[in-house]
């Protein structure tokens, strides 16, 4: 069963910019640790970034350090990874995770809960 919903990815060109979306019906993400990883065709899945459930501890990979951004709207029950200065490399399916009462992994197996991704295309 779907815990968790990405939205927001498409087809952009280089330098430009995209904000990914995570919602839950079933989670209250204000209380979990939520994490970005993507994976490319014919690559293993790679850590992006993580927002502890305090959202006081982040956590970037380095070449994703200045562009991205993740951030919490507890309202809607939404985190947010703003992503700027889009290279094609960053072109993957970009999933988000969520992990109880932690601070963020950089490690998938931490992550209990998943989305189906959202396909994120650079164009060059």
């Known amino acids: 069963q779907v815990q968790l919903v990405e939205s927001g990815g498409g087809l952009v060109q280089a330098g430009g910019s995209l904000t990914l979306s995570c919602t839950s019906s079933?989670?209250?993400?204000?209380?979990?640790?939520v994490g970005w990883f993507r994976q490319a065709p014919g690559k293993e899945r790679e850590f992006v970034a993580a927002?502890?459930?305090?959202?006081?501890?982040?956590q970037y990979t380095d070449s994703m350090k200045g562009r991205f951004t993740m951030s919490r709207d507890n309202a809607n029950n939404t985190v947010y990874l703003q992503m700027n200065s889009l290279q094609p490399e960053d072109t993957a399916v970009y999933y988000c995770?969520?992990?109880?009462?932690?601070?963020?992994?950089?490690?998938?197996?931490?992550?209990?809960?998943w989305g189906q991704g959202t396909q994120v295309t650079v164009s060059s």
């Open positions: 995770a969520a992990d109880f009462g932690a601070d963020g992994s950089t490690h998938a197996r931490h992550y209990g809960y």
């Open positions: 079933r989670l209250i993400l204000s209380s979990y640790a």
């Open positions: 927002l502890g459930w305090r959202a006081d501890t982040t």
